[in-house]
């Protein structure tokens, strides 16, 4: 006869129904949690672990050799600015089969004077590379915000 406890799951045996409440002994012992595991044994989250490496960082890469000065409209205000940029072109193709580039930017200027001096700057430390580049962009709009 049935215990008088809690009722059984239609279609199912008292056998059957202590089986599914406790822990069945064909499952086997369970995996250690991450905080037990060993180290040697490798971590089994499928986390994508992100493998972007900064453009001016990858290899030596080439210099358009010419820094140019744009002029621009601020959204805001509709007043002009003007900014020197610099083209890097760097090895290796891009998904169409072109040299992959990349611009690196001075701040914007209220003066087109002080963006040609930025400008000279920039074409001044081209043949040092990419990273030397990108280097005085940094330092240039950080002195801008002091």
Do not use: Y
């Not at 890097?88 to 992959?100: E, P, S, T, V």
């Amino acid at each position: 006869s049935p215990s008088l406890g809690k009722p059984l799951a239609r279609g199912r045996s008292p056998s059957e129904e202590v089986t599914r409440r406790g822990r069945s002994a064909s499952l086997g012992a369970r995996e250690p949690s991450p905080a037990h595991r060993s180290a040697s044994q490798p971590s089994r989250s499928r986390s994508l672990r992100p493998t972007a490496r900064m453009l001016h960082d990858q290899g030596p890469g080439e210099v358009d050799g010419e820094a140019n000065v744009f002029e621009r409209t601020l959204a805001s205000s509709g007043e002009s600015i003007w900014q020197a940029e610099i083209v890097i072109m760097q090895d290796g193709l891009n998904h169409a089969g072109k040299r992959r580039t990349f611009t690196v930017r001075g701040p914007p200027r209220r003066s087109p004077e002080q963006a040609q001096e930025d400008a000279a700057r920039f074409t001044a430390v081209s043949p040092e590379g990419p990273k030397a580049c990108r280097a005085l962009a940094n330092e240039l709009h950080n002195a801008k915000t002091k």
